[in-house]
């Protein structure tokens, strides 16, 4: 059997508690591997609506997700590991074929990461918890190793 070679780790976040327990299995799994990790914030349908049409300004966004990537990074910093993030819109108004489970796929291609860990879907329907709408995509498409959390 042959060890995994992993160098960086994907994880996708939402903002939910959900992410912060895939962030914790994600920083786990680097610090086991010497690897880092890097979480793509993704924006759901509302958000990206809201900001295409003006009524929410970008930067209030960003400083929204701030915080959830503060609290990534203490996670990381704790095991020593390193993060980076960035942020995806995960829908578009214009191209039909781009969905939460899209971005994520396409971001770990981007990335070359070498595994994923995926939040299991939220138990609330809370719209900003957009991530349970990639867990079944990323499960059937990714050809990485990918943990469910």
Do not use: C, W
Not at 107 to 114: K, P, R, S
Request: charged share 25%; net charge negative.
């Amino acid at each position: 059997m042959d060890a995994l070679d992993i160098d960086l780790v994907l994880v996708p976040v939402d903002g939910s508690e959900e992410s912060t327990t895939a962030v914790e299995y994600a920083v786990a799994i680097a610090a086991e591997y010497d690897a880092s990790v890097h979480t793509v914030y993704v924006l759901g349908e509302d958000i990206v609506r809201a900001i295409e049409n003006g009524v929410v300004d970008e930067e209030e966004v960003a400083a929204d997700t701030e915080s959830f990537t503060t609290s990534a990074k203490e996670i990381a910093a704790d095991s020593d590991v390193k993060l980076t993030t960035s942020t995806a819109y995960g829908f578009s108004t214009r191209v039909k074929t781009r969905h939460p489970g899209s971005v994520v796929l396409d971001t770990a291609e981007d990335l070359d990461a070498d595994f994923v860990v995926v939040p299991r879907e939220p138990m609330s329907d809370d719209p900003s918890e957009v991530l349970e709408k990639a867990a079944e995509y990323v499960l059937l498409y990714a050809t990485q190793p990918i943990l469910s959390v």
